[in-house]
């Protein structure tokens, strides 16, 4: 059965820096997707990113951006610049391609310091 | 587009209540799913159908639980009877065809249900 590990349960960030969220997966397949999703204050589940398995360049949206390390099941979120609002519960996802089914990880809450 | 909608947004009962979740998914979108978030297993699927066909519902936690879809444009969850353990936040999230590329999963704001 495949599963997604996110080993940080909370992290912090100072505004303008870096941080990067960590996930690994397990899964014995080779055509899938990954997600990251934000669930901020208001529960919300936005998606963030997402990064298709066969594709061996990283996803980058604005101040996001992936690192998918595919041999070693790794999927980890970068977060440049660091904004207040960013500031949320951060879910990593997987999903074979021939279903529908999101199995998703345990989160990380991403604090954010002024 | 008004996005997924999901009612009630908040819902108290008391144990042994019958409890209904409804769900109204993006137009045109041919997949629903019905998912649960608690702080020990964080969020799991329940159940998902596909043009108002239940697909897959392993995750139905017990007979306690049915979920319904008589329609493109709504579906509900239902619990009876409810217990404690049953409190959550449920979502429901729907999805458009299969052969769309990343088949993105689009949430609705979830409905917080605590059976006392």
């Known amino acids: 059965a495949q599963t997604v590990t996110q080993s940080q349960p909370e992290m912090s960030v100072q505004e303008a820096e870096t941080v990067t969220l960590s996930c690994t997966y397990d899964?014995?397949?080779?055509?899938?997707?990954l997600f990251w999703y934000k669930q901020p204050p208001s529960r919300q589940m936005i998606l963030v990113i997402r990064q298709e398995a066969y594709k061996q360049q990283n996803a980058t949206e604005n101040r996001f951006s992936v690192n998918f390390q595919k041999a070693a099941k790794s999927f980890s979120l970068k977060i440049s610049d660091s904004q207040l609002g960013d500031a949320a519960m951060y879910f990593c996802a997987y999903r074979r391609s021939a279903t529908n089914k999101l199995i998703f990880g345990t989160g990380t809450l991403l604090a954010v310091q002024p | 587009d008004a996005g997924v909608i999901q009612s009630p947004r908040h819902e108290v009962t008391e144990m042994g209540q019958e409890v209904t979740l409804r769900c109204k998914p993006i137009?045109?979108?041919?997949?629903l799913f019905w998912y649960r978030q608690t702080m020990m297993r964080g969020l799991e699927l329940l159940i998902y159908f596909n043009n108002n066909v239940p697909i897959d519902d392993s995750g139905m936690p017990e007979d306690r639980f049915s979920a319904k879809m008589p329609n493109a444009s709504f579906s509900t969850l239902k619990i009876q009877p409810s217990e404690p353990r049953d409190s959550a936040v449920y979502f429901c999230?729907?999805?458009?065809?299969?052969?769309?590329?990343?088949?993105?999963?689009?949430f609705g704001p979830g409905t917080r249900l605590t059976v006392l």
């Open positions: 899964t014995s397949e080779s055509d899938y997707y």
């Open positions: 137009s045109g979108h041919d997949y």
């Open positions: 999230a729907s999805s458009p065809l299969q052969g769309a590329a990343y088949n993105e999963q689009f």
